[in-house]
């Protein structure tokens, strides 16, 4: 398939999308039946991903809260199959990047170009105009590249040539990346990271996990294959849109909400942080609280939510001091020093 084609079928998708968006909602499921949905999308990515449940969990999280995902892990632990299933069980659009050191902006965004037959420039959507957009190892792109999806992340939408153009709805980015240590990679800006809702580490595996991973291959598993590995359509973004509404509904109560803005600012006076989570990382781990509880099935927020997301959340928000990095301290032990030092309302 071409260039052209693909932007000329994301760009008809897109209209489609938009015009029929208020038949949808005059027709969205029920709360129970989304969050049935969503369930059965975990068990459809399980066909092909062994394991790695709170990686599952972060990108349902992200995906009912519109936020983003940045999936950290050495390579070979399946980040890529891991977003690859998401999307074909959610039915939904998707598009791939792998992120280069010679990637430009214009090549994820779209740009400019001139059309022969109408003599004029016109617009060539770029891959960022999807659903489900799979960043792969994002952190081997210069800054400049990577801050391209800063606008897109935020505010769901790209701005070119004096025109703002809206990206689909949903629209999830699922960044994955290697470990920062590792050669040829360029961290984030601390701007950049700010965007993901949540970071979630994909460990290695257990021993059992990696046996039936093994046994699966030898068994005629395809990675590259998601449709033989049994994985079908079980939701779809009117779905997505009820959960997104449902979620929306879930109290917070004020002890909880004063609970959130005390970790945050708890982080800011940790001495072994150069910076702590800032208001927009306290209301992104209320988002995710409320989140987890609704499917947990609850229509308020506990303080065993807000601690359950919390490291998701607001690990990658903070930044170690030298003399901390020298001395070996870890990010997730100082965030759970600032746990331990808030009280917990009752």
Known sequence: MTSAQTGSQAGSRTGS??????????TLPDEDQARDALERVRLEVAKAVVGQDAAVSGLLVALVTGGHVLMEGVPGVAKTLLVRALAAALAVD?????????????????????????????????????????????????????????????????????HTRPLPRPFLVAATQNPVEYEGTYPLPEAQLDRFLLKVVVPLPEREDELAIVQRHAGGFDPHDIAAAGVTAVASPADVAAAARAVGTVTVSPEVAGYVVDIARATRR???????????????????ARAWAWLQRRTFVTPDDVKALASATLAHRLGLRPEAELEGVAVTQVLQSALDSVAVPR
Do not use: C
């Open 17 to 26: 999308q938009t015009g029929s968006q208020t038949g949808r909602e005059a």
């Open 94 to 162: 998707s598009k791939r990047v792998q992120f280069t050191p010679d990637l430009m902006p214009g090549d994820i965004t779209g740009s400019m170009v001139y059309d022969n037959r109408a003599g004029e420039l016109s617009f060539r959507e770029g891959p960022l105009f999807t659903n489900l957009l799979l960043a792969d190892e994002v952190n081997r792109t210069p800054p400049k590249t990577q801050s391209a999806l800063l606008e897109a992340m935020e505010e769901g939408q790209v701005s070119a040539d004096g």
């Open 270 to 288: 940790s001495p072994s942080l150069s910076l702590g989570v800032s208001p927009r990382g306290a209301t992104a781990l209320m988002r995710t």
